[in-house]
């Protein structure tokens, strides 16, 4: 297949699996799991396969510039986000039982705001200026969508609210050989987003606040002073297409938006 090809079978497998958050087992949808079990197979295979066509080619600093949405990830979506990577190699390849430590702690996060559908992750953006050396990301999140009791009323139990996440890095350095990006977390930041309701009571204090994540950790004795950094790497990119993957082979796919 050719690049083209092979991009527009990407997208269309983001749009069969909710851009790969489908691929993910729940026993009560087992059905589903199969169903999807073969797509992920499908992923990697036209993604490896869209990254040999630039294989070799080192990549070129000045593609990466610009919005990107993202719209495929054979993991959970919201650990694009650089406030997500520097966790994940924080833990590195330390183990929690027969499993990865990482592995548990976003299983853990996920089961803890997606449960029961009461919790989703909308858009999922990235900002790249590689001249400036900095990387803005953010999703849109949405708590308690679904908390009415079905067959009995349709009255609200808990209200629906949310924001756009936002992480904030510096100091991003491209390896054009090998595609390696080394990144530094700064800070967080949790805003409002028109269309999603503002959180009741006191909440809206904490919104449009920036909160300074690279300060705090290295203050936690755990990281003995070290700063939040994170390392990914570019698979293939062009002018609207872009394929990445972390320190695990986990794929995150990019459009470049208009």
């Known amino acids: 297949m050719s690049a083209e090809q092979l991009k527009r079978q990407i997208l269309r497998l983001g749009a069969l699996t909710d851009r790969g958050q489908l691929l993910f087992p729940q026993k009560a949808y ?3 799991d199969l169903y999807n079990a073969g797509h992920k197979e499908e992923i990697v295979e036209a993604v ?6 630039k294989e070799g080619t080192p990549v070129d600093p000045a593609l990466m510039n610009g919005e990107w949405e ?7 979506i919201f650990r694009s986000s650089p406030f997500f990577m520097a966790i994940q190699d924080a833990f590195g390849d330390a183990t929690f039982g027969d499993s990865k430590s990482s592995e548990v702690f976003f299983r853990l996060h996920d089961l803890q705001v997606m449960s029961w559908g009461a919790s989703t992750v909308g858009r999922v953006a990235q900002r790249i200026d590689m001249d400036n050396e900095t990387i803005e990301s953010d999703f849109d999140t949405i708590l308690f969508r679904s908390t009415v009791i079905p067959i009995l009323g349709w009255f609200k139990l808990l209200p629906t609210f949310g924001g756009r996440v936002v992480s904030f890095a510096d100091r991003v350095k491209l390896d054009p050989e090998s595609g390696r990006i080394d990144l530094e977390l700064q800070k967080t930041r949790v805003e409002r987003k028109e269309g999603i309701p503002e959180p009741p009571l006191f909440l809206p204090w904490f919104l449009d606040r920036d909160y300074p994540v690279n ?4 203050l936690l004795p755990w990281n003995k002073g070290r700063a939040p950094t994170a390392t990914t790497y570019v698979k293939y990119v062009d002018e609207d297409f872009r394929v990445m993957v972390d320190r695990d082979g986990q794929y995150f796919v990019y459009c470049k938006v208009a």
């Open 48 to 53: 490896e396969a869209l990254a040999k066509t």
């Open 30 to 32: 087992t059905p589903l």
């Open 70 to 76: 993202c719209v495929l990830a054979t993991k959970q």
């Open 215 to 218: 300060a705090v950790w290295k």
